[in-house]
């Protein structure tokens, strides 16, 4: 039986290689490993293989976690992202537990997230969630409006924009895979260009991560690979945890 600390020396390998073969630095993608409907123990067995930022779908149950390993003590260094979506009923807990959100996509969720950011934290750092596939049922800012909501929230205290996140429709080839990335590559790179400070591009989950780091990506978000496969679903979480995961 493989261990959660061979799992990251898999994923870790799949990355320097996918690096290796799209001629990139390996140090310039990082690993989130999704702990989502896994505990606070599954996290403490990363932490001990090396594993520093983690990311979590539902608020509530993220924000036990956090609470729950700060009270330990034992795991020094952890790093969390909420990556799920976000409704405006959510941003409270998400700004005063977490360092990074992933899935902004209103101006509304921007402005309360800084409101509600703790005077004493460091700024929250943001990443805007964009439809690059234009998915009906998906989350996300569209393409044509994303210029004007990064310009929004890149002017917003208590948050630092650092990029773009997606999560498109699962596409059945390595080439299919990285055109429908490299879409949000030319947004992140447009951004960019207009003079917002970015540096995050936030694509690949376990079955796609080679072609988001040939498309570009700076972070890739693997749970099942990292974890294995999710044994139990979590509870009813309300209509601000139902929805599309985050990473897989």
């Not at 290796?20 to 123990?41: I, N, Y």
């Not at 909501?149 to 890149?154: R, T």
């Not at 596409?171 to 590559?185: E, N």
């Not at 591009?201 to 990292?226: I, K, Q, Y």
């Given at each position: 039986?493989?261990?959660?600390?061979?799992?990251?020396?898999?994923?870790?390998?799949?990355?320097?290689?996918?690096?290796?073969?799209?001629?990139?630095?390996?140090?310039?993608?990082?690993?989130?490993?999704?702990?989502?409907?896994?505990?606070?123990?599954?996290?403490?067995?990363?932490?001990?293989?090396?594993?520093?930022?983690?990311?979590?779908?539902?608020?509530?149950?993220?924000?036990?976690?956090?609470?729950?390993?700060?009270?330990?003590?034992?795991?020094?260094?952890?790093?969390?992202?909420?990556?799920?979506?976000?409704?405006?009923?959510?941003?409270?807990?998400?700004?005063?537990?977490?360092?990074?959100?992933h899935s902004v996509d209103r101006l509304k969720v921007a402005e309360r997230l800084s409101a509600q950011r703790p005077s004493g934290l460091a700024p929250l750092q943001v990443c805007l969630q964009v439809n690059v596939d234009g998915g009906a049922n998906k989350a996300g800012v569209t393409p044509d409006e994303l210029p004007a909501l990064a310009e929004a929230v890149a002017r917003l205290p208590g948050l630092r924009l650092r990029g773009l996140m997606c999560i498109p429709e699962p596409a059945p080839d390595f080439d299919s895979q990285r055109a429908v990335f490299l879409r949000a590559r030319v947004l992140f790179d447009d951004l960019r260009a207009k003079g917002l400070d970015l540096d995050t591009l936030s694509m690949g989950m376990s079955d796609d991560l080679e072609a988001a780091v040939a498309a570009g990506s700076t972070l890739v978000r693997v749970g099942r690979a990292v974890f294995g496969h999710r044994e139990r679903k979590p509870g009813p979480a309300g209509p601000a945890d139902a929805t599309t995961a985050a990473a897989a």
């Amino acid at each position: 039986m493989t261990t959660i600390g061979d799992n990251l020396y898999s994923v870790s390998t799949r990355l320097q290689q996918a690096c290796a073969r799209a001629g990139r630095e390996a140090s310039g993608v990082r690993l989130l490993a999704v702990s989502k409907t896994f505990d606070a123990d599954a996290v403490r067995l990363a932490w001990q293989a090396g594993q520093r930022a983690f990311g979590e779908n539902y608020v509530q149950e993220g924000v036990a976690k956090i609470e729950a390993l700060a009270a330990d003590g034992d795991c020094p260094g952890l790093e969390w992202h909420c990556i799920g979506p976000l409704q405006s009923n959510k941003t409270r807990p998400v700004a005063e537990h977490f360092d990074w959100v992933h899935s902004v996509d209103r101006l509304k969720v921007a402005e309360r997230l800084s409101a509600q950011r703790p005077s004493g934290l460091a700024p929250l750092q943001v990443c805007l969630q964009v439809n690059v596939d234009g998915g009906a049922n998906k989350a996300g800012v569209t393409p044509d409006e994303l210029p004007a909501l990064a310009e929004a929230v890149a002017r917003l205290p208590g948050l630092r924009l650092r990029g773009l996140m997606c999560i498109p429709e699962p596409a059945p080839d390595f080439d299919s895979q990285r055109a429908v990335f490299l879409r949000a590559r030319v947004l992140f790179d447009d951004l960019r260009a207009k003079g917002l400070d970015l540096d995050t591009l936030s694509m690949g989950m376990s079955d796609d991560l080679e072609a988001a780091v040939a498309a570009g990506s700076t972070l890739v978000r693997v749970g099942r690979a990292v974890f294995g496969h999710r044994e139990r679903k979590p509870g009813p979480a309300g209509p601000a945890d139902a929805t599309t995961a985050a990473a897989a």
